[in-house]
């Protein structure tokens, strides 16, 4: 009659005012293989609640100090309790009872005597369906997450981008403050896939990717894959002087990283071309000329022989 390994491990907290019922479900659970905690009143449960962190709470209705119904109320406005059933097991047969307990939160009702078969199936679902609930959610994180990242380079991709740029425009714009964005595009790459082949070119948008990262380390600023092999980089709260040096240490950290271009027509190695623009956003005015200005000013670091930036 053990319940299996995953359960066994479960704790189940026990709330009821008097000691013989709390005797008589802890002695069967503990049978079942679960741990036990008890509590006498609402307060109590609430404070064992937020030390131990049961698995389900089996809820008394009428108690002294504070009631089922109280308690249950108080149990879910707890955020560590998102995920925990509480089962209300009490005398109370009447149908506004039952109503008020699912009102308040309880995800399931049983009444005493205590039916212990079913008890023991109620206990056992409840608890595999408030784990199944909490890995579905940490799987919808890790989507969410996956959603916005770029594949290749691990960086934000593009859909996080546009999605960070018009927060932060917007916020910009109520606060008043400079925004600042910068475009980089990588120099000749056409021919440095041409050169060493896709696999390799790869990598070597994978390095710039990680060089940038290393450098734009504030908290708020954001380093995006905005296309094949330009990358955008957000910057709230910064001005021209700031976007400047950035700017300035993308260039640079770029030809740090000394990758052999043989066959680029400005340097041995693998450089970027930068622009930039900086605006406090007005109510007035274009977020698509925003990003319009940045790769206008991209193109004249391009025109102008690359491996520059140009404001
Ligand atoms: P410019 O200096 O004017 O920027 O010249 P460019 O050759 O870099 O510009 P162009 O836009 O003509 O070529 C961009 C190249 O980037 C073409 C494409 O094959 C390459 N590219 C885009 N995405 C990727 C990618 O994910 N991996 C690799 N290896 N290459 C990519
Ligand atoms: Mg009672
Ligand atoms: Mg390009
Ligand atoms: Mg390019």
Known sequence: ?????????????????????????????????????EAKN????????????????????LMPEMDGFECCTQLRSLDSSKYTPVLMVTGL??????????????IDYVTKPIHWAVLRQRVKRLIEQSQLQQELEAVNMELQRLATIDGLTQI????????????????????????????CDVDFFKLYNDTYGHRIGDRCLQEIAKALKDI???????VARYGGEEFAVILPNTNAE?????????????????????????????????????????PDSDIEEMIAAADRALYQAKTAGRDRFVQ
Not at 7 to 35: A, C, K, M, T, W
Not at 97 to 104: E, K, M, P
Not at 243 to 259: F, G
């Open 93 to 106: 047969e009447d149908q506004k009872s039952v109503d008020r307990a699912f009102a308040v939160g309880a």
């Open 242 to 282: 700031g976007a400047t040096y950035v700017a300035e240490k993308i260039c640079h950290a770029v030809r740090t990283l000394a990758i052999p271009h043989k066959n680029s027509q400005v340097s041995p190695h693998v450089t970027i071309s930068v622009g930039f623009t900086t605006e406090i956003p007005q």
């Open 216 to 222: 734009i380390k504030r908290p708020g600023d954001l």
């Open 1 to 37: 009659m053990k319940a299996d390994a995953l359960e066994s491990q479960s704790l189940v907290l026990i709330v009821d005012d008097e000691p013989f019922i709390r005797l008589i479900l802890r002695q069967f659970l503990d049978r079942e293989g679960y741990q036990i905690a």
């Open 156 to 183: 934000a991709n593009r859909r996080r981008f546009e999605e960070y740029f018009n927060q932060e425009w917007q916020r910009m714009k109520r606060d008043k403050c400079p925004l600042s964005l910068i475009l």
């Open 42 to 61: 609402g307060i109590e449960a609430i404070k064992v609640f937020k030390e131990l962190h049961p698995d389900i709470v089996l809820l008394d209705a």
